[in-house]
């Protein structure tokens, strides 16, 4: 089985939210719904007028980010949320009792309810709809622009994904309190 983690070079982000769209559509979330899935967050412009340094501005391309050490895994009491055969964390909706352990133990802020199934939601990689299918590929990855995104096998020597973990500099969210995210932006 594969590991699946992705990475993203969010310096090349330029908020254009087709990740958002293609992410919502590929998954039957409102368009418009705010920080469901994915979002692209903003780094405001940093100094005062009128000096001001435009150049601090970037956009932040996130959502959940499948943690080895998922705290949402460990506090639901229903083991809803699960870690399927390729690593990635998940939501079964038969299990969850909306009891919202997840989405408080999530340090990342990238659960939501979905108002569909009254259960607790978020980012699976596509795996029940693109990967199902077979294609390799998220929905985000394919219709980003400016290639912000790429998916892949961690534990494949020869993915896109580990070549560029293995030849770029990067990190990780709040590698301090050990959850070991997959999602490695690329510096």
């Known amino acids: 089985m594969a590991r699946y983690g992705m990475a993203l070079d969010y310096k090349n982000c330029i908020n254009c939210k087709a990740c958002e769209v293609a ?8 368009l418009g719904a705010d920080k469901h899935r994915i979002w692209v967050g903003v780094k405001e412009i940093e100094g005062e007028w009128p000096n001001l340094s435009i150049a601090s501005s970037t956009f932040v391309p996130s959502q959940c980010q499948h943690c080895e050490n998922a705290p949402c895994q460990e506090v ?18 038969d299990k969850c009792i909306l009891c919202s352990y997840c989405m ?15 259960t607790v939601d978020k980012c699976n990689f596509c795996s029940d ?13 394919a219709t980003c622009p400016t290639k912000v995104r790429v998916f892949g096998d961690l534990d494949d020597p020869n993915s896109e994904i580990s070549e560029l973990l293995r030849t770029r500099e990067h990190f990780v969210l709040k590698d301090h309190i050990g959850t ?3 999602l490695f932006y690329l510096v």
């Open 23 to 30: 992410c919502k559509e590929e998954n039957g979330v409102l």
């Open 76 to 93: 639901c009491p229903t083991q809803a949320t699960y870690y399927d055969e390729n690593g990635v964390v998940r939501v079964d909706s």
């Open 104 to 118: 408080v133990a999530c340090p990342y802020d990238a659960r939501y309810v979905d108002d569909r199934t009254m």
């Open 129 to 141: 709809t693109r990967l199902s299918r077979g294609e390799v590929t998220t929905a985000c990855q």
């Open 180 to 182: 070991k995210p997959k």
